[in-house]
Protein backbone atom coordinates (compact mmCIF):
# COMPACT_ATOMS: atom_id res chain seq x y z
CA UNK A 1 0.00 0.00 0.00
CA UNK A 2 2.91 2.00 1.19
CA UNK A 3 4.15 1.36 -2.40
CA UNK A 4 1.11 2.43 -4.17
CA UNK A 5 0.78 5.56 -2.34
CA UNK A 6 4.07 6.64 -2.85
CA UNK A 7 3.59 6.08 -6.44
CA UNK A 8 0.53 8.33 -6.61
CA UNK A 9 2.08 11.42 -4.69
CA UNK A 10 4.92 10.80 -7.31
CA UNK A 11 2.74 10.88 -10.13
CA UNK A 12 0.80 14.09 -8.31
CA UNK A 13 4.32 15.95 -7.80
CA UNK A 14 4.84 15.53 -11.38
CA UNK A 15 2.09 17.13 -12.75
CA UNK A 16 2.59 19.89 -11.26
CA UNK A 17 6.19 20.51 -11.20
CA UNK A 18 7.47 22.85 -13.81
CA UNK A 19 10.86 21.72 -14.42
CA UNK A 20 12.65 18.08 -15.27
CA UNK A 21 12.17 15.46 -13.02
CA UNK A 22 15.70 14.47 -13.36
CA UNK A 23 16.42 18.22 -11.57
CA UNK A 24 15.03 16.58 -7.95
CA UNK A 25 18.09 14.10 -8.23
CA UNK A 26 21.46 15.79 -7.21
CA UNK A 27 23.43 14.10 -9.63
CA UNK A 28 21.66 15.47 -12.47
CA UNK A 29 21.02 18.74 -11.05
CA UNK A 30 22.45 21.69 -13.24
CA UNK A 31 25.51 23.65 -11.27
CA UNK A 32 24.06 27.04 -12.70
CA UNK A 33 20.28 28.15 -13.48
CA UNK A 34 19.13 31.31 -15.03
CA UNK A 35 15.86 33.10 -15.59
CA UNK A 36 14.65 34.64 -18.40
CA UNK A 37 14.98 38.34 -18.80
CA UNK A 38 13.58 41.31 -21.46
CA UNK A 39 14.88 44.40 -22.68
CA UNK A 40 13.05 46.72 -24.84
CA UNK A 41 14.22 49.87 -26.60
CA UNK A 42 10.95 51.16 -28.39
CA UNK A 43 10.59 54.26 -26.42
CA UNK A 44 12.24 52.32 -23.17
CA UNK A 45 15.49 52.04 -21.93
CA UNK A 46 16.44 48.59 -19.98
CA UNK A 47 18.66 48.36 -17.12
CA UNK A 48 19.59 44.82 -15.21
CA UNK A 49 21.13 44.12 -12.10
CA UNK A 50 23.13 41.27 -11.70
CA UNK A 51 24.07 39.76 -8.91
CA UNK A 52 27.22 38.12 -7.54
CA UNK A 53 26.38 35.52 -6.45
CA UNK A 54 29.38 33.80 -4.57
CA UNK A 55 29.94 37.06 -2.98
CA UNK A 56 26.43 36.91 -1.86
CA UNK A 57 26.67 33.64 -0.39
CA UNK A 58 30.81 34.09 1.41
CA UNK A 59 29.50 37.76 2.71
CA UNK A 60 33.45 39.11 1.21
CA UNK A 61 34.56 40.78 -2.26
CA UNK A 62 35.18 38.15 -4.97
CA UNK A 63 36.21 39.12 -8.54
CA UNK A 64 33.54 37.82 -11.30
CA UNK A 65 32.66 38.43 -14.56
CA UNK A 66 28.86 38.65 -15.54
CA UNK A 67 28.07 36.86 -18.93
CA UNK A 68 25.08 37.97 -20.84
CA UNK A 69 23.48 36.39 -23.44
CA UNK A 70 21.41 38.45 -25.86
CA UNK A 71 18.64 36.84 -28.21
CA UNK A 72 16.47 38.60 -30.57
CA UNK A 73 12.55 38.49 -30.62
CA UNK A 74 12.40 35.10 -32.31
CA UNK A 75 14.81 33.49 -30.05
CA UNK A 76 17.88 33.88 -32.43
CA UNK A 77 21.24 34.07 -30.93
CA UNK A 78 22.42 37.67 -30.74
CA UNK A 79 25.56 37.99 -29.00
CA UNK A 80 27.16 37.68 -25.76
CA UNK A 81 29.16 40.28 -22.93
CA UNK A 82 31.58 39.54 -20.34
CA UNK A 83 31.55 42.15 -17.50
CA UNK A 84 34.34 42.31 -14.53
CA UNK A 85 33.09 43.65 -11.43
CA UNK A 86 33.86 42.54 -7.54
CA UNK A 87 30.89 44.08 -6.98
CA UNK A 88 27.48 42.30 -4.88
CA UNK A 89 25.12 43.98 -7.42
CA UNK A 90 26.39 45.81 -10.59
CA UNK A 91 24.18 47.76 -12.84
CA UNK A 92 24.04 47.14 -16.30
CA UNK A 93 22.72 49.82 -18.87
CA UNK A 94 21.77 46.99 -21.84
CA UNK A 95 21.65 49.56 -24.51
CA UNK A 96 25.90 50.26 -23.92
CA UNK A 97 25.68 46.37 -25.10
CA UNK A 98 23.85 46.71 -27.90
CA UNK A 99 23.01 47.88 -31.14
CA UNK A 100 19.32 49.41 -30.32
CA UNK A 101 18.49 50.72 -33.90
CA UNK A 102 18.78 47.07 -35.18
CA UNK A 103 17.13 45.22 -31.88
CA UNK A 104 13.97 46.74 -30.03
CA UNK A 105 13.10 44.10 -27.66
CA UNK A 106 14.82 40.45 -27.31
CA UNK A 107 15.77 38.07 -23.82
CA UNK A 108 19.00 37.97 -22.30
CA UNK A 109 20.26 35.25 -19.77
CA UNK A 110 22.90 35.67 -16.66
CA UNK A 111 25.73 33.36 -15.54
CA UNK A 112 28.73 34.42 -13.78
CA UNK A 113 31.97 32.82 -13.92
CA UNK A 114 34.90 33.01 -11.59
CA UNK A 115 38.93 32.47 -12.35
CA UNK A 116 40.11 28.98 -11.48
CA UNK A 117 42.16 30.22 -8.06
CA UNK A 118 38.64 31.00 -6.85
CA UNK A 119 36.49 28.07 -8.25
CA UNK A 120 39.66 25.88 -6.55
CA UNK A 121 39.49 28.36 -2.92
CA UNK A 122 35.93 27.60 -2.72
CA UNK A 123 35.77 24.73 -3.98
CA UNK A 124 33.75 23.03 -0.76
CA UNK A 125 30.86 25.76 -0.41
CA UNK A 126 30.84 25.40 -4.49
CA UNK A 127 30.61 21.86 -4.77
CA UNK A 128 27.35 21.83 -2.42
CA UNK A 129 25.70 24.72 -4.01
CA UNK A 130 23.26 25.37 -7.29
CA UNK A 131 23.29 29.07 -8.16
CA UNK A 132 20.17 30.84 -9.41
CA UNK A 133 20.58 33.93 -11.23
CA UNK A 134 17.16 35.77 -11.04
CA UNK A 135 18.30 39.31 -10.70
CA UNK A 136 15.93 42.76 -10.85
CA UNK A 137 15.31 44.22 -14.57
CA UNK A 138 14.47 48.13 -14.69
CA UNK A 139 12.78 50.04 -17.62
CA UNK A 140 12.17 53.64 -17.94
CA UNK A 141 10.16 55.73 -20.38
CA UNK A 142 12.91 57.87 -22.62
CA UNK A 143 12.11 60.48 -20.91
CA UNK A 144 11.18 59.45 -17.25
CA UNK A 145 13.54 60.39 -13.99
CA UNK A 146 13.60 56.74 -12.60
CA UNK A 147 13.59 53.00 -13.43
CA UNK A 148 10.33 50.98 -12.59
CA UNK A 149 11.52 47.73 -11.57
CA UNK A 150 10.68 43.72 -11.29
CA UNK A 151 12.75 40.83 -10.32
CA UNK A 152 13.17 38.13 -12.18
CA UNK A 153 10.39 35.56 -12.88
CA UNK A 154 10.99 32.11 -14.48
CA UNK A 155 13.53 30.28 -16.42
CA UNK A 156 15.15 26.97 -15.78
CA UNK A 157 17.89 28.34 -18.41
CA UNK A 158 21.05 26.29 -18.11
CA UNK A 159 24.61 26.64 -20.46
CA UNK A 160 26.47 23.52 -21.78
CA UNK A 161 29.04 24.64 -23.60
CA UNK A 162 29.78 28.10 -25.71
CA UNK A 163 26.63 29.93 -25.88
CA UNK A 164 24.56 26.52 -26.58
CA UNK A 165 22.09 26.46 -23.71
CA UNK A 166 19.04 24.29 -22.54
CA UNK A 167 16.23 24.47 -20.37
CA UNK A 168 14.72 22.85 -17.17
CA UNK A 169 11.02 23.79 -18.23
CA UNK A 170 8.47 20.99 -18.78
CA UNK A 171 5.36 21.02 -20.07
CA UNK A 172 2.26 19.36 -18.01
CA UNK A 173 -1.19 19.35 -18.30
CA UNK A 174 -2.54 22.80 -19.52
CA UNK A 175 -2.38 25.61 -16.28
CA UNK A 176 -4.06 28.96 -16.40
CA UNK A 177 -3.25 32.15 -14.85
CA UNK A 178 -4.74 34.79 -13.61
CA UNK A 179 -3.22 37.64 -12.29
CA UNK A 180 -4.55 39.77 -9.44
CA UNK A 181 -4.47 42.90 -11.75
CA UNK A 182 -6.90 45.89 -11.52
CA UNK A 183 -7.41 46.71 -15.49
CA UNK A 184 -7.97 50.23 -15.47
CA UNK A 185 -10.01 52.75 -18.13
CA UNK A 186 -7.59 54.96 -19.87
CA UNK A 187 -4.87 52.73 -19.39
CA UNK A 188 -2.35 50.67 -21.63
CA UNK A 189 -1.59 47.02 -20.63
CA UNK A 190 1.20 44.87 -22.40
CA UNK A 191 1.90 41.25 -21.47
CA UNK A 192 5.34 39.83 -22.35
CA UNK A 193 5.92 36.63 -22.86
CA UNK A 194 9.15 34.57 -23.41
CA UNK A 195 9.16 30.96 -24.01
CA UNK A 196 11.43 29.16 -21.48
CA UNK A 197 10.23 25.64 -23.24
CA UNK A 198 12.37 23.41 -26.24
CA UNK A 199 9.21 22.43 -27.33
CA UNK A 200 6.73 24.86 -29.45
CA UNK A 201 4.48 26.43 -26.48
CA UNK A 202 0.96 27.70 -27.29
CA UNK A 203 -0.71 30.09 -25.36
CA UNK A 204 -3.97 31.38 -25.27
CA UNK A 205 -5.40 34.77 -23.80
CA UNK A 206 -8.73 35.29 -22.31
CA UNK A 207 -10.73 38.05 -21.20
CA UNK A 208 -12.52 36.95 -18.36
CA UNK A 209 -15.69 38.42 -16.58
CA UNK A 210 -18.28 36.67 -14.31
CA UNK A 211 -16.23 33.25 -14.87
CA UNK A 212 -16.78 33.15 -18.27
CA UNK A 213 -14.11 33.30 -20.84
CA UNK A 214 -13.81 34.95 -24.17
CA UNK A 215 -10.66 34.02 -26.99
CA UNK A 216 -8.52 37.35 -27.56
CA UNK A 217 -5.44 36.01 -29.36
CA UNK A 218 -3.33 32.83 -29.76
CA UNK A 219 0.57 32.65 -30.03
CA UNK A 220 2.27 29.99 -30.98
CA UNK A 221 5.96 30.20 -29.36
CA UNK A 222 9.14 28.51 -30.00
CA UNK A 223 11.78 28.23 -27.03
CA UNK A 224 12.80 31.63 -26.26
CA UNK A 225 10.72 33.50 -28.83
CA UNK A 226 8.22 36.61 -27.04
CA UNK A 227 4.79 37.25 -27.96
CA UNK A 228 3.54 40.60 -26.65
CA UNK A 229 -0.46 40.67 -26.53
CA UNK A 230 -1.30 44.99 -25.89
CA UNK A 231 -4.73 45.98 -24.39
CA UNK A 232 -5.64 49.28 -24.49
CA UNK A 233 -8.82 50.84 -22.54
CA UNK A 234 -10.19 54.45 -23.01
CA UNK A 235 -11.84 56.27 -20.06
CA UNK A 236 -15.01 55.16 -21.33
CA UNK A 237 -14.53 51.20 -21.61
CA UNK A 238 -15.27 47.74 -19.70
CA UNK A 239 -12.89 46.07 -18.40
CA UNK A 240 -11.82 42.79 -17.20
CA UNK A 241 -9.71 40.22 -16.05
CA UNK A 242 -7.16 38.73 -18.44
CA UNK A 243 -6.22 35.03 -18.07
CA UNK A 244 -3.60 32.71 -20.15
CA UNK A 245 -3.99 28.86 -20.48
CA UNK A 246 -0.94 26.95 -21.22
CA UNK A 247 1.09 23.68 -20.36
CA UNK A 248 3.51 25.53 -18.36
CA UNK A 249 3.07 24.98 -14.36
CA UNK A 250 4.66 28.30 -14.73
CA UNK A 251 3.35 30.42 -17.12
CA UNK A 252 4.09 34.25 -16.08
CA UNK A 253 4.10 37.14 -18.27
CA UNK A 254 5.91 40.71 -17.14
CA UNK A 255 3.04 43.45 -17.66
CA UNK A 256 3.92 46.91 -18.58
CA UNK A 257 0.76 49.14 -17.42
CA UNK A 258 1.19 52.91 -18.69
CA UNK A 259 -1.11 56.11 -18.91
CA UNK A 260 0.72 59.52 -18.74
CA UNK A 261 0.92 59.50 -15.37
CA UNK A 262 2.27 55.98 -14.85
CA UNK A 263 4.70 53.87 -16.11
CA UNK A 264 3.62 50.40 -13.76
CA UNK A 265 6.50 47.45 -14.47
CA UNK A 266 5.83 44.18 -12.89
CA UNK A 267 5.44 40.62 -12.98
CA UNK A 268 2.45 38.22 -13.18
CA UNK B 1 0.39 27.08 2.08
CA UNK B 2 -1.67 30.43 2.48
CA UNK B 3 -0.64 33.65 2.85
CA UNK B 4 -1.76 37.61 4.51
CA UNK B 5 -1.85 40.35 2.98
CA UNK B 6 -1.33 44.28 4.19
CA UNK B 7 -1.51 47.88 4.18
CA UNK B 8 0.25 50.32 5.74
CA UNK B 9 0.35 54.44 6.32
CA UNK B 10 3.54 55.08 4.60
CA UNK B 11 3.58 59.01 5.08
CA UNK B 12 0.69 61.84 5.06
CA UNK B 13 1.07 61.72 0.63
CA UNK B 14 1.47 57.90 0.26
CA UNK B 15 -1.47 56.02 -0.41
CA UNK B 16 -0.89 52.34 -0.08
CA UNK B 17 -3.53 50.12 -1.56
CA UNK B 18 -4.46 46.22 -2.45
CA UNK B 19 -6.57 45.07 -5.18
CA UNK B 20 -7.62 41.27 -5.28
CA UNK B 21 -10.17 39.28 -7.28
CA UNK B 22 -11.80 36.39 -6.65
CA UNK B 23 -9.63 33.87 -9.25
CA UNK B 24 -7.37 31.77 -7.60
CA UNK B 25 -3.80 32.91 -9.81
CA UNK B 26 -2.35 29.71 -10.46
CA UNK B 27 -4.20 26.14 -11.31
CA UNK B 28 -4.74 23.21 -13.71
CA UNK B 29 -7.34 24.53 -16.24
CA UNK B 30 -9.66 21.43 -15.07
CA UNK B 31 -9.83 22.97 -11.32
CA UNK B 32 -12.65 25.59 -10.87
CA UNK B 33 -11.27 29.14 -10.59
CA UNK B 34 -13.22 31.23 -8.75
CA UNK B 35 -13.24 31.08 -4.99
CA UNK B 36 -15.46 32.42 -2.82
CA UNK B 37 -14.29 34.07 0.46
CA UNK B 38 -13.94 37.19 2.52
CA UNK B 39 -11.39 39.15 3.83
CA UNK B 40 -11.57 40.71 7.84
CA UNK B 41 -8.90 43.24 8.37
CA UNK B 42 -6.64 43.19 12.02
CA UNK B 43 -4.57 45.67 13.72
CA UNK B 44 -2.48 45.02 16.87
CA UNK B 45 -1.59 48.65 17.64
CA UNK B 46 2.18 49.62 18.65
CA UNK B 47 1.98 49.02 22.47
CA UNK B 48 -0.93 46.34 22.33
CA UNK B 49 -0.22 42.51 21.74
CA UNK B 50 -3.73 41.71 20.92
CA UNK B 51 -5.61 41.68 17.27
CA UNK B 52 -8.39 43.54 16.89
CA UNK B 53 -11.02 43.60 13.82
CA UNK B 54 -11.08 46.63 12.29
CA UNK B 55 -13.24 46.00 9.13
CA UNK B 56 -14.97 42.71 7.32
CA UNK B 57 -15.05 43.35 3.47
CA UNK B 58 -16.92 40.93 1.30
CA UNK B 59 -16.83 40.52 -2.24
CA UNK B 60 -21.25 40.72 -2.72
CA UNK B 61 -21.85 40.49 -6.60
CA UNK B 62 -18.53 41.78 -7.58
CA UNK B 63 -15.32 39.74 -8.77
CA UNK B 64 -12.69 42.04 -7.15
CA UNK B 65 -11.92 43.95 -4.02
CA UNK B 66 -10.14 47.10 -3.94
CA UNK B 67 -8.93 48.47 -0.39
CA UNK B 68 -6.90 51.47 0.48
CA UNK B 69 -4.91 52.54 3.72
CA UNK B 70 -6.89 55.77 2.90
CA UNK B 71 -10.16 54.11 4.26
CA UNK B 72 -9.01 53.46 7.83
CA UNK B 73 -7.58 55.92 10.70
CA UNK B 74 -3.76 55.02 10.94
CA UNK B 75 -0.58 56.57 12.23
CA UNK B 76 2.72 56.33 10.41
CA UNK B 77 3.90 52.42 10.25
CA UNK B 78 0.89 50.67 11.42
CA UNK B 79 -0.15 47.94 9.97
CA UNK B 80 -3.71 46.37 8.81
CA UNK B 81 -3.10 42.66 7.89
CA UNK B 82 -5.37 41.53 5.62
CA UNK B 83 -6.56 38.02 6.36
CA UNK B 84 -8.46 35.78 3.43
CA UNK B 85 -11.32 33.83 5.37
CA UNK B 86 -14.17 31.66 4.68
CA UNK B 87 -17.25 33.88 3.33
CA UNK B 88 -19.57 31.96 6.35
CA UNK B 89 -16.06 32.73 9.28
CA UNK B 90 -17.47 34.37 11.83
CA UNK B 91 -14.75 36.60 13.61
CA UNK B 92 -14.36 37.61 17.21
CA UNK B 93 -13.51 40.73 17.64
CA UNK B 94 -9.97 40.29 19.34
CA UNK B 95 -7.48 37.62 18.96
CA UNK B 96 -4.50 37.27 20.91
CA UNK B 97 -3.36 35.21 18.08
CA UNK B 98 -3.36 35.90 14.15
CA UNK B 99 -6.57 34.10 12.41
CA UNK B 100 -4.70 31.29 10.13
CA UNK B 101 -5.48 32.87 6.51
CA UNK B 102 -7.75 30.69 4.12
CA UNK B 103 -6.00 29.08 1.45
CA UNK B 104 -7.25 30.44 -1.98
CA UNK B 105 -5.33 27.49 -4.03
CA UNK B 106 -7.50 24.98 -5.45
CA UNK B 107 -4.84 22.43 -6.65
CA UNK B 108 -0.85 22.33 -6.05
CA UNK B 109 0.13 24.50 -8.65
CA UNK B 110 3.45 26.03 -7.50
CA UNK B 111 2.77 30.23 -7.31
CA UNK B 112 1.70 31.46 -4.42
CA UNK B 113 -1.80 33.33 -3.85
CA UNK B 114 -1.23 36.79 -4.28
CA UNK B 115 -2.55 40.36 -4.16
CA UNK B 116 -1.70 43.76 -6.21
CA UNK B 117 0.03 45.78 -3.37
CA UNK B 118 0.48 49.51 -4.76
CA UNK B 119 0.92 52.99 -3.40
CA UNK B 120 0.23 55.94 -5.20
CA UNK B 121 1.18 59.58 -5.12
CA UNK B 122 -1.71 61.84 -6.84
CA UNK B 123 -2.14 59.52 -10.76
CA UNK B 124 0.39 58.25 -10.41
CA UNK B 125 1.39 54.70 -8.84
CA UNK B 126 3.31 51.21 -8.77
CA UNK B 127 2.87 47.85 -8.08
CA UNK B 128 4.07 44.20 -7.47
CA UNK B 129 2.35 40.64 -6.94
CA UNK B 130 3.00 40.32 -3.71
CA UNK B 131 2.10 38.63 0.50
CA UNK B 132 3.28 37.87 3.65
CA UNK B 133 3.54 33.60 3.16
CA UNK B 134 1.69 32.62 6.83
CA UNK B 135 4.53 29.76 7.21
CA UNK B 136 6.63 33.26 7.33
CA UNK B 137 4.65 34.45 10.22
CA UNK B 138 5.22 32.08 12.67
CA UNK B 139 8.46 32.53 13.14
CA UNK B 140 10.72 34.81 14.92
CA UNK B 141 13.74 34.82 12.29
CA UNK B 142 16.58 37.00 11.26
CA UNK B 143 16.52 39.65 8.38
CA UNK B 144 19.20 40.33 5.43
CA UNK B 145 18.61 42.50 2.25
CA UNK B 146 21.08 44.18 -0.04
CA UNK B 147 20.27 47.58 -1.93
CA UNK B 148 20.22 47.02 -5.69
CA UNK B 149 16.73 48.58 -5.98
CA UNK B 150 18.08 51.77 -4.33
CA UNK B 151 17.97 54.32 -7.69
CA UNK B 152 20.46 57.63 -7.73
CA UNK B 153 19.13 59.91 -9.74
CA UNK B 154 18.75 63.58 -8.59
CA UNK B 155 15.17 64.21 -6.78
CA UNK B 156 14.44 60.73 -6.09
CA UNK B 157 13.81 59.50 -2.44
CA UNK B 158 14.32 56.02 -1.91
CA UNK B 159 12.23 53.78 0.92
CA UNK B 160 12.30 50.85 2.12
CA UNK B 161 9.25 49.78 3.72
CA UNK B 162 10.28 46.54 6.58
CA UNK B 163 6.95 44.53 6.77
CA UNK B 164 6.84 42.00 9.81
CA UNK B 165 4.33 40.30 10.45
CA UNK B 166 3.88 37.66 13.34
CA UNK B 167 1.14 36.27 14.35
CA UNK B 168 1.51 33.61 17.37
CA UNK B 169 0.52 35.10 20.68
CA UNK B 170 2.96 37.82 22.33
CA UNK B 171 3.46 38.21 25.78
CA UNK B 172 5.29 41.51 25.93
CA UNK B 173 5.80 43.72 22.84
CA UNK B 174 9.52 43.96 22.69
CA UNK B 175 11.11 47.01 20.76
CA UNK B 176 13.42 45.15 17.89
CA UNK B 177 16.39 46.90 15.66
CA UNK B 178 16.77 47.43 11.77
CA UNK B 179 20.13 48.24 11.02
CA UNK B 180 21.67 49.49 7.59
CA UNK B 181 25.44 48.73 7.45
CA UNK B 182 28.18 49.04 4.64
CA UNK B 183 28.14 45.78 2.73
CA UNK B 184 31.87 46.08 1.89
CA UNK B 185 33.46 47.28 5.64
CA UNK B 186 30.12 45.49 7.58
CA UNK B 187 30.26 48.74 9.53
CA UNK B 188 27.13 49.68 11.05
CA UNK B 189 25.67 53.20 9.92
CA UNK B 190 22.54 53.19 11.24
CA UNK B 191 19.61 52.02 13.77
CA UNK B 192 16.44 51.77 13.58
CA UNK B 193 13.58 50.72 16.54
CA UNK B 194 10.31 48.37 15.52
CA UNK B 195 7.87 46.33 16.97
CA UNK B 196 6.17 43.09 15.56
CA UNK B 197 3.48 43.78 13.43
CA UNK B 198 3.89 46.79 12.39
CA UNK B 199 5.67 48.62 8.73
CA UNK B 200 9.06 50.22 9.37
CA UNK B 201 9.30 52.78 7.41
CA UNK B 202 12.89 54.42 6.14
CA UNK B 203 13.97 57.03 4.04
CA UNK B 204 17.41 55.57 3.30
CA UNK B 205 19.48 58.75 1.92
CA UNK B 206 22.61 58.24 0.38
CA UNK B 207 25.64 56.14 1.36
CA UNK B 208 28.68 56.67 -1.03
CA UNK B 209 28.85 52.35 -0.71
CA UNK B 210 27.01 48.95 -1.17
CA UNK B 211 24.93 49.02 1.75
CA UNK B 212 22.81 46.13 3.47
CA UNK B 213 19.93 45.83 5.73
CA UNK B 214 19.40 43.55 8.28
CA UNK B 215 18.31 42.73 11.71
CA UNK B 216 19.07 39.70 14.75
CA UNK B 217 15.34 40.10 15.88
CA UNK B 218 12.67 39.28 13.38
CA UNK B 219 12.18 38.37 9.49
CA UNK B 220 10.19 40.57 7.01
CA UNK B 221 9.41 41.80 4.29
CA UNK B 222 11.42 44.19 2.35
CA UNK B 223 9.75 46.74 -0.43
CA UNK B 224 11.55 49.14 -1.72
CA UNK B 225 9.90 52.08 -3.13
CA UNK B 226 11.61 55.02 -5.27
CA UNK B 227 9.25 58.08 -5.68
CA UNK B 228 9.54 62.10 -6.17
CA UNK B 229 7.42 64.15 -4.77
CA UNK B 230 5.17 63.86 -7.88
CA UNK B 231 5.50 60.34 -8.74
CA UNK B 232 5.95 56.80 -7.50
CA UNK B 233 8.48 55.40 -10.05
CA UNK B 234 9.17 51.98 -8.62
CA UNK B 235 7.94 49.40 -6.31
CA UNK B 236 9.85 45.60 -5.57
CA UNK B 237 10.50 43.44 -3.15
CA UNK B 238 14.25 42.12 -2.95
CA UNK B 239 14.75 38.37 -3.33
CA UNK B 240 15.00 36.63 0.10
CA UNK B 241 18.32 35.15 -0.06
CA UNK B 242 17.28 31.79 -0.65
CA UNK B 243 16.42 32.38 -4.29
CA UNK B 244 20.04 32.99 -4.96
CA UNK B 245 20.08 29.22 -5.01
CA UNK B 246 18.46 26.85 -7.26
CA UNK B 247 18.78 23.43 -4.92
CA UNK B 248 18.93 23.06 -1.05
CA UNK B 249 17.84 26.78 -0.96
CA UNK B 250 17.35 26.97 3.07
CA UNK B 251 20.27 25.08 3.93
CA UNK B 252 22.44 27.85 1.24
CA UNK B 253 20.50 30.69 2.51
CA UNK B 254 21.27 29.69 6.13
CA UNK B 255 24.90 29.55 5.30
CA UNK B 256 24.54 33.15 3.87
CA UNK B 257 23.34 34.61 6.38
CA UNK B 258 25.39 33.07 9.12
CA UNK B 259 28.39 34.51 6.58
CA UNK B 260 27.09 37.98 7.08
CA UNK B 261 25.30 38.40 10.41
CA UNK B 262 28.74 37.02 11.78
CA UNK B 263 30.27 40.17 10.40
CA UNK B 264 27.62 42.30 11.02
CA UNK B 265 27.37 43.70 14.79
Redesign the interface.
Known amino acids: MDVLNNISRLK??I????FSIL?SI?KF??K??SDIFIFRFDGFDTEF?A?N?LA????S?ILCDHLLLFFDEQGHFLKSERLPTD???K?ISIKTLLDIEKVKLGSFVHFVRYSDEILKEYSS?LK?????H?G?T?F?LND?????????NYGGIYKKHQNNIFSVSRIR??????????LKPGFKYEFFFVSPNKKNIILDFYK????KKDHIKTFKLKFLEICSLVLSFDDNSEVY?V?W?SHL??G?CIIFENNM????V??? | MSDYLFLSKIDNCIENYIYLNRYTPNRQEKADGLINFKVGIFLQKFHENNWYLVDEKFFDNNESLFISSLEYDLSIGELLVVVPADSSKVFEKKYDELPKPLSRKVDLSPINERTEIGYRINDSFSSYQGEFPYKMSCFKGTFLSFDPLIQHAKGITNKLIFINIFSKKIKTKDIFQLHIASANTKRKYKSYDYVNNSALIIDIGNYNDEICFYSKDTLGVPIFLSHDSNSIFSVEHTHPPSEFFWKNKFHAQSVLKSNWLNQLK
Not at chain 1, 144 to 152: K, P, Q, R
Not at chain 1, 208 to 211: C, H, I, S
Request: charged share 25%; net charge positive; glycine share 4%.
Open positions: QKQFDPEPSKEIIESLLTGKLYHKIETTFQRYGKSLAYSYVHGQKFVYTPQVKVKNNNSEPVRHTNNFHS
